[in-house]
């Protein structure tokens, strides 16, 4: 049942595209459920931010390289943005900048730095 | 200008069970601003997908939080169900929504009492509980466990319920209407309820959209946002399910919205089971996840949203929960600003925060 009718959406995003995409969906009337990092392999995280308009889900992949590519924060357009940004700087050490609420590392307090990082 | 003071709330507070700290800026006593901190007890329940296979997660799953557990446990199977391209049972559908409803009943008299508890009400609150403790009795007696019940499983359910006891089940939660109703009653009646929370901690309908509110938060606010609407999960659309809204944006337009989900989940389970069609619960499922899935679950605090992503092994690669307390942080910031103190307490327990599901 639920593999039925739980639509899909997936969308790749381009890093220079993440904010002009991020301020269409705002525009459109979307609403942010949630961004979460994934670790796709040793040098590569999958950031996805998911919205919702008229209960319909849809999120955005992007793709970056760990400890190389630093991410535009999303909370100058959804200010509540600044829950899931923190958490996956701390707890995989992406770096977002420009943010409107930056605990700079304290948003949480783990005894590990960066847990979900790959150890290399 | 009056001079600023910050006065720090929490992380151990007498209306907190569970840490959160608050920076209170405050003028006089009117707080103009206040800034949220969590992370005291984060778990990394999460990261535990390394080690425990996918089966196994939906027992760690459901631990993220002792009140609303089946339904963490229902949307960890959920979206593992979707990355397997598992159809389960409708029995089974059934059956998860009627638990599920009934754990909404169990969540809301237990929040009823802590809101009692709050604004100083300690009969309001024993009253809450002891009717909360009949609900938690039928748990037991149809799933064998009162906080976690371990019964959903991928693919299913791992333990049928009769048909008589669905039915003793509805005649019991009939029974207890007339008891929830007067108590009830007393939130939207009383004057000194109706003074601790008319007219406080007001969210506008273009605030809680703004904030991406959640839940009760946001439907207190006048918008009509519920995850049962959609479909994705459960028997709503065949029960002909439709959410509780009220406009006011106060603490007790949220607490009504509270009181009527509750009268309206005993009427889906005593819908669902009248409809409910025999047959298995529960199907086999690949032993290997190769593939992701994101669902959302309206849980009694909002929506949760699960997402599993596979990797070819018995092991998933990710695990995500994000929980409804996360996403009404940022409302409950708002409310704060413009507040009395004396009314924190009250507009921190107004959006029922649960730092166990924000701390997974």
Request: charged share 25%; aromatic share 8%.
């Amino acid at each position: 049942m639920d593999k039925i009718t739980a639509v899909q959406d997936f969308e790749y995003v381009e890093l220079s595209n993440l904010i002009s995409k991020v301020s269409d969906l705002k525009a459109e009337g979307y609403r942010l459920v949630q961004i979460c990092g994934v670790v796709l392999d040793d040098e590569t995280y999958e950031i996805l931010y998911s919205f919702d308009k008229d209960h319909q889900l849809k999120t955005l992949r992007l793709d970056i390289k760990i400890d190389v590519d630093e991410v535009e924060s999303i909370t100058g357009i959804y200010w509540p943005a600044f829950i899931y940004e923190n958490e996956i700087h701390d707890l995989f050490g992406v770096q977002f900048n420009h943010s409107q609420l930056d605990y700079q590392g304290t948003f949480f307090r783990i005894v590990e730095e960066t847990p979900w990082k790959p150890k290399k | 200008m009056a001079k600023r003071t910050i006065v720090p709330f929490g992380p151990q507070h007498p209306v907190l069970p569970e840490p959160i700290h608050l920076d209170l800026v405050l003028e006089d006593e009117t707080v103009v601003e206040a800034i949220p901190s969590i992370g005291y007890i984060h778990r990394g329940l999460e990261k535990l997908c390394e080690i425990k296979d996918f089966e196994q997660m939906v027992y760690v799953v459901e631990r993220i939080c002792g009140i609303c557990s089946f339904g963490h446990g229902w949307g960890a199977c959920a979206s593992m169900e979707g990355a397997l391209g598992v159809e389960v049972p409708e029995r089974a559908e059934y059956l998860r929504t009627i638990l599920h409803e009934l754990g909404r009943v169990h969540s809301h008299l237990l929040w009823l009492g802590l809101m009692a508890d709050g604004f100083g009400f300690e009969s309001l609150f024993n009253h809450c509980w002891r009717i909360r403790e009949t609900v938690l009795d039928l748990f037991e007696k149809n799933t064998g466990g009162r906080v976690v019940f371990s019964i959903c499983k991928p693919g299913g359910m791992r333990k049928d319920i009769s048909n008589e006891n669905l039915q003793e089940m509805v005649r019991i939660l009939n029974g207890l209407k007339a008891e929830i109703k007067e108590i009830t009653d007393v939130f939207i009646e009383d004057s000194s309820v109706k003074n601790r929370m008319t007219g406080v901690g007001v969210l506008t309908k273009e605030e809680a959209m703004e904030l991406c509110a959640v839940g009760p938060t946001v439907r207190g606010s006048g918008v009509r946002q519920d995850i049962r609407l959609t479909g994705d999960h459960g028997v709503y659309k065949e029960l002909g399910f439709e959410p509780c809204v009220e406009e006011a944006g106060d603490c007790m337009a949220r607490t009504v919205v509270r009181i009527r989900e509750i009268f309206q989940s005993i009427e889906l389970i005593e819908k669902a089971v009248e409809m409910i069609p025999d047959g298995p619960v529960d199907v086999k499922v690949p032993k290997k996840v190769d593939g992701e899935f994101a669902i959302r679950l309206e849980q009694p605090r909002g929506e949760a949203f699960y997402y599993a992503k596979g990797q070819g092994t018995k092991f998933l690669k990710r695990m995500r929960v994000r929980t409804p307390t996360n996403i009404n942080i940022p409302a409950l910031v708002k409310m704060l600003a413009g507040a009395d103190l004396a009314d924190v307490p009250i507009l921190v327990l107004t959006i029922d925060p649960c730092i166990s599901c924000t701390e997974r």
